[in-house]
C-alpha cells in the first residue's frame, strides 16, 4: 500500500526526529554518489574550479554543520558540482552531483541528490535543455527511455513522492523525475544504487 505524497518540507522533517544518529546511511549514499562522479571523470576531462578550494571541508565545529563542496568545469561541461552538507549523526544530510553540459549538445543536464531527513530523499533527473512542452521530439528522445523507472517507483509503497513546497522547484522537474522520500534498509538503499547508476550511464551514453 502506498503511503501516499509527501508535502512536509525538509526543514519540518528534520524537525520532528532531530536526533537520528545516520551516520551509516549518509556512507552508502555519499559511496553512491562519489561513484557515478568517478564515471563521470573517467568520461571527461575536468578540472577544479578555485572558486570552492576553501570548502574541502568546511565547517564541524562544536559538533555543528559541516560539508565539502568542489566544483569543475571542462570542455564539455560547463559546470559541475559535487558536494554535502549536513549533520550525519543528527538526521539531516544532503548531496549532490549537479552537471551542466556545454552549449554543444542539446542533452539534458543531470540533477543527482540524496540525502537524510531523517528517512532518504532522493532527486535523479534529466533537466530539459528545451520546452517540452512544443519540443515533442525531444521529450520522446530523452525522456522515454526513463517512464517505465518511473512508474515503478510510482507503484512502489515503499517510495513517497516527494512534493515541494515551493512552485518553481515543482516547474524545474521533468515527467520522469523521480523525486521521493523513503525509509533506509539494505533494500531500498540497493534501489537507489542501481537507479543512480542507470541515469548516470544512460545520461554518458548520449554523448
Known sequence: MSI????????????????????????????????????????????????????????????????????????????????????????????????????????PHFGFALGTAPDIFMYMDYLPRTDLWSDVSYLDKYYTGTNERFLQFQSDGRFSPFVSQDMSMRLYQSPTSNCYMVPPTDETTAIIRATAHEMIDRWLGWF
Open 4 to 107: 501516499g505524497p509527501t508535502t512536509k518540507s525538509i526543514a519540518e522533517m528534520v524537525a520532528e526526529r532531530p536526533s537520528v544518529d545516520n551516520q551509516d546511511v549518509f556512507n552508502a549514499l555519499w559511496n553512491i554518489t562519489t561513484e557515478l562522479k568517478e564515471k563521470v571523470f573517467a568520461r571527461f576531462d575536468l578540472q577544479p574550479d578555485p572558486c570552492s578550494a576553501a570548502y574541502q571541508p568546511y565547517g564541524g565545529g562544536d559538533n555543528g554543520p559541516q560539508g565539502f563542496l568542489s566544483t569543475f568545469a571542462g570542455s564539455e561541461i560547463d559546470w559541475l558540482v559535487y558536494s554535502w552538507i549536513g549533520t550525519p549523526n543528527t538526521s539531516f544530510t544532503n548531496m549532490h552531483l549537479t552537471i551542466h553540459v556545454g552549449p554543444q549538445y542539446d542533452i
